[in-house]
């Protein structure tokens, strides 16, 4: 709490609300570099073993999972990368550094979701029509390989998966990752048991299946931070409401609640003062109160509020207006003298 936005640095602007300063270190997934690192190794040896066992084996299920972990592992270090990038300071062309990089990591990730999961469900359908020759017994060897290495990266990322879209990203990889090895074991037991080879496909097939859900909802939650949406856990009502309750507070129009990039929500609003309050509250002390509710009420960490008499809304566009619903009824009172004229 209270990264980067300190009110109580004396020197002016410069302190407070220096770009550096909320680009340094609010991106929550900085923390799990180093574990994403490791994980990123275990992921290097699965591949080269499910490989060489694809080979071996003749298994396309294997195959399939080892090109899934390579794409896992271009997602890693695609992510790595952008929590790099969004540390860096600001600049004065990029006034928020690169905090938006993990959006881009996130969609290229996406796209090679989707290309891949496309990829082994051709293959599968042929695989499926054209069965091979597998040889089970290396198939569940070369399985239950995989699965141990997703089930170290799983328990080394499962801490980070609340906190940031990319390290929940890597997550529910991991995680699907376990659920295709399974697939593998139990099409190699069926292979050993009966002889059955196209039980290779349908594991093949499961591992591209399993893919194109999860790339779908990385693409939902990338699209909303684009599209500038309320977070997730904020809803708008609650906050305007908060803002309304907060003495000193006539009305509250123009208001935004957006994310930065996951875990880093930002807010702006329109306020007008009540100049009537009991007990005087200065601007300041209102500016203070209102940032320190967006805060711990809904962890935004940088909020700018722009205070304003009641007539101030006619000099605005109608875009402001609208949103006071002075077009309608007036939904908060704040006196607003309609009948000012210029
Ligand atoms: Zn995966
Ligand atoms: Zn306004
Ligand atoms: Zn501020």
Known sequence: MGIGHDHDVTGGAAGAHAPGGLAGAQTAATAHRRRLKIVLSIYVTIILAEAIGSWLTNSLALLAEALHMAVDASGILIALIATYLATRPATKRRSFGMMR??????????????????????EAVDRWFNPDEVAGGGVILFAVVGLIGSGISLTLLSRGSKESLN???????????????AAIIISGILNLLYGWNQGDAIAAAAIGVIILPRAFMLLKQAINLIMQGVPNGIELAEVELEIEKTHGVASVHSLHVWGLTSGVSVMSAHIVPDPDATGGVTHARLLDSLTETMRERFGIEHCTFQLEEADHLLHEGSMHRDLAGMNEAPSVSGGQDVGHSH
């Open 101 to 122: 990089a993990e959006i881009v990591a996130v969609l290229i990730n996406c796209l090679l979701l989707f290309g891949l999961g496309g990829y082994i469900l051709f």
């Open 167 to 181: 390290v929940k990203a890597a997550f529910l990889e991991v995680m699907s990752d376990g659920i295709g090895a």
